[in-house]
C-alpha cells in the first residue's frame, strides 16, 4: 500500500512539474524576454527628428500635433496622435496631390520602448488626409517611415531584430527550467524504481543538471530564432 502510495505521489510530482515546464519555456518566457529592437533605439532613448507643434483638447478626447523629420515633410505635414476612448489613433496631414501612401509607424511607450510596428497602405479619399490609424493603447510617440507615395518609393521597410538582452534572458530561464525539471525527474523516477531488484541506471545528478542546462539554452536559440521570422513581419493596416 505505502509503495502504491509513494508511486501516485512521485508521480503527481512529476506531471506538476512538466506541466509548469511546458507552459514556462514555449509561452510565457519569450514573451516575457523576446522583445523586438529598433534601430533608432540607444541607449533606452529613442532619437527621433519629429517634434511637436501643439496640443489640442475637445470632446471627445485630445490630440498632440507633431511635424515629422524634414525627409518627409514635403510628402507629410504634420500628423496628430488622437486620444479617445480609451484608445490612441494617428491621423496625417498630406499634401493635397498626394493619391496612395505607404508608410510604418513605430509606435513606443513613455519608456521609450518599442510596442509595435505598423504598416499602412492607404488610397486617400479625403483629400490631404489619411484615415486613423489604431496603435496600441500605452503608445506615447511614434516614428514614420515613408516607404512610398503614388509611385515613388522612398525608404526600404523596416527591419526588426529582437533584443540581444531579452535572448540571453530567455537562454537563462529556460536552462534554469530544464535544470529544475531534470532534477526533479531524477529524484522522482530514482525513487520509484528503488523499490525493483532489477533497476535501470539513472545518470548521476550533476551529469544530468549539466545536460539539461546545454538542452535549455539550445531550446530557448531556436524559439528566439523562430520567434524572430514573426517578429520582423510587420504588421499590415
Known sequence: ????????????????????????????????????????????????EERGVRKLVFPEGRANIYEPSPKIRRFIHRYALIKQDGCVYIKCRLHDRVAFIHYDVAAFDSAGRLLDVLSVNERILEQGHTRMVRLPRKTAYVSLTLRKVDKMYLDRSVTLKLAPSGVWQCVIL???????????????????????????????????????????????????YRYRKRVVKVNKK
Not at 186 to 191: D, E, H, L, Q
Not at 195 to 211: A, D, N
Request: charged letters at 10%.
Open 1 to 48: 500500500m505505502n509503495t502504491i502510495i509513494m508511486y501516485i505521489e512521485n508521480g503527481i510530482v512529476l506531471l506538476i512539474a512538466l506541466t509548469l515546464y511546458m507552459n514556462l519555456v514555449p509561452s510565457v518566457f519569450p514573451r516575457l524576454t523576446l522583445k523586438p529592437a529598433w534601430k533608432a533605439v540607444r541607449h533606452g532613448r529613442v532619437q527621433l
Open 174 to 224: 529556460t536552462a534554469l527550467a530544464t535544470m529544475g525539471l531534470a532534477f526533479v525527474a531524477n529524484r522522482t523516477v530514482n525513487a520509484m524504481l528503488a523499490p525493483w531488484p532489477l533497476r535501470v541506471g539513472i545518470s548521476g545528478l550533476g551529469v544530468t543538471l549539466v545536460f539539461a542546462a546545454i538542452f535549455g539554452a539550445l531550446t530557448a536559440l531556436w524559439m528566439a
